[in-house]
């Protein structure tokens, strides 16, 4: 990457600096490889924070099944990892994931859990607990809220098997002829999923993160207190395939400490570590064994760390100063936060992370944890916090004793609770995907690469003024 004119003297966020354009042959966006360069094994170059209100395995799956990785944070206990881990590994590489409530359950409830939205199925399970039948989420349209989804009159979606859904165009055909939007998908006569038109258009265009089984990939975070390398080396036994060692201020001695034991575990997996800023923290870390640094301190939306301590660094400079650093020892950097637009992702890439880190974007989708709750204007959201926050300290903490558990929460940061709405024309992981990609798509053809690297290194970067990045803003009204 290089400066227009000459380096600025002084740091830069996102939005200080845009790209220019340059001479290019590649002649599509679908002409371009977005797989990154590190060792984790990502086909498109984003991964899901390991927040509570972001990463849960369905969201994890959704990441993995078109290319990304989703982390699984750290809070939870073992068996709930285990659990999650699990899940994540048996899910399928290519149908959606079945959301699967019983005859007892009410409407209300009902659409807590998927919205009405085109494509958007209902699976209900019969008295064992299997899935029996799937219905259209509009069915719960004007259904009274009190009133139980078994006793809806609802006729069920057409139902495929899956030794047809082998190649995705020809999935497509088939949901096409029954001329709906989402069919169930059955083996042997039970329903093990289902498949929307529009996923199977996008299994085209994405290839699935998956191991050397063809399960799809998972990542988890590990905190650098207690002993780290044991629970890494759980978790690695248990199918994760990327160990993300966490904490909020990277270049200490307990977390150099803390990568170097579950390094020397030689557990056989990538280990990123962060979070930094600093090429010096870069090189410690990496010296420590690391193999990807985690750059971002208070960009996030969630995050007060700047507003309350002043620490942290504008994260364009900091991702281009550390990539420069990682690049020189063999190492790689995730740009983590301060993403509010494909435009930052973009920016990120072009300054050298080999990969982008996405939290409160993804908490507003159907995939992230959480309930679909509406406000006063029937507008959908999902609740989000901060992972420094008090409610993430209390739920990290619960197992303390009660006088430990308000000692912790004296020292939280962050936001406790934030509404994140889902977009009602892309309220799915997959529809941000879709549009991230897209424009990184563009912008690597706008610098005439192919592939990540190349992107890094034919990018051009300016520098631009306040009023330079609004006028890159779409107008929502007419001057």
């Known amino acids: 990457m290089q400066f227009l004119s000459e380096r600025p003297s002084h740091d830069l966020t996102y939005s200080d ?12 966006r679908l002409g371009v490889d977005l797989a990154a360069d590190d060792p984790t094994g990502l086909r498109i170059p984003l991964v899901a924070a390991n927040m509570t209100s972001v990463t849960g395995p369905r969201l994890a799956a959704a990441m993995a099944r078109r ?5 699984l944070p750290q809070d939870a206990g073992l068996s709930e990892l285990d659990a999650a881990i699990r899940s994540v590994k048996q899910a399928s590489t290519l149908l959606d994931v079945l959301v699967v ?28 607990g299997a899935p029996e039948r799937c ?24 139902a495929i098997d899956d030794d047809d859904v082998t190649e995705p165009r020809a999935a497509f055909d088939l949901i096409d002829a029954a001329g709906v939007e989402a069919v169930a998908v059955r083996h042997h006569g039970r329903i093990i999923g289902s498949l929307s038109a529009r996923s199977a258009v996008r299994a085209t265009l994405y290839a699935p993160a998956v191991d050397a089984h063809g399960r799809l990939r998972v990542a988890a975070a590990v905190g650098i207190n207690g002993d780290a390398a044991a629970r890494a080396d759980a978790l690695v ?11 909020a201020h990277g270049h200490q001695q307990q ?7 579950v390094a020397d575990a030689n557990l056989g997996v990538p280990i990123v570590a962060g979070n930094v800023v600093t090429p010096e923290a870069v090189r410690d870390l990496a010296a420590a064994g690391a193999n990807v640094l985690k750059v971002g301190v208070g960009p996030g939306a969630m995050c007060t760390t700047r507003m309350m301590t002043a620490v942290g660094r504008p994260q364009f400079s900091a991702v281009l100063e550390t990539a420069e650093a990682a690049r020189a020892l063999g190492a790689h950097v995730w740009a983590d936060g301060g993403v509010r637009y494909p435009r930052d992702v973009a920016l990120a890439l072009a300054a050298g992370a080999s990969a ?12 992230a944890p959480g309930a679909i709750e509406t406000d006063e204007h029937g507008r959908w959201f999902k609740s989000s916090w901060g992972m420094a926050s008090t409610k993430a300290v209390e739920q990290r903490f619960r197992r303390l004793d009660a006088f430990e558990r308000a000692r912790k929460t004296l020292f939280a940061e962050g936001i406790s609770s934030s509404r994140i709405y ?16 897209s424009g990184l798509r563009s912008s690597m053809t706008y610098a005439g690469a192919s592939t990540l690297p190349q992107f890094h290194e034919r990018a051009v970067v300016g520098t631009q003024s306040a009023a330079g990045y609004d006028e890159g803003k779409a107008l929502p009204v007419s001057w």
Request: proline share 6%; aromatic share 2%; net charge negative.
């Open 17 to 28: 600096v845009f790209l220019v354009p340059q001479h290019s042959e590649v002649g599509s």
């Open 67 to 71: 290319g990304g990785l989703g982390v």
């Open 101 to 128: 409530v019983s005859q007892s359950t009410t409407v209300a409830e009902a659409r807590t859990l998927v919205p009405d939205v085109p494509g958007a199925l209902l699976t209900i399970a019969d008295a064992d």
């Open 135 to 158: 219905i259209p989420a509009a069915a719960l349209r004007h259904a009274l809220a009190d009133s139980i989804v078994g006793d809806l009159v609802a006729d069920d979606v057409p």
């Open 237 to 247: 036994q248990a199918g994760v395939d990327v160990i993300v060692m966490d904490t």
């Open 255 to 261: 977390a150099a400490d803390a990568v170097r034991a």
């Open 356 to 367: 982008v880190m996405i939290g409160s974007w993804f908490a507003g989708t159907l995939e």
């Open 422 to 437: 889902l977009d009602p024309e892309r309220p799915s992981l997959d529809d941000l995907l879709d549009m991230i990609t």
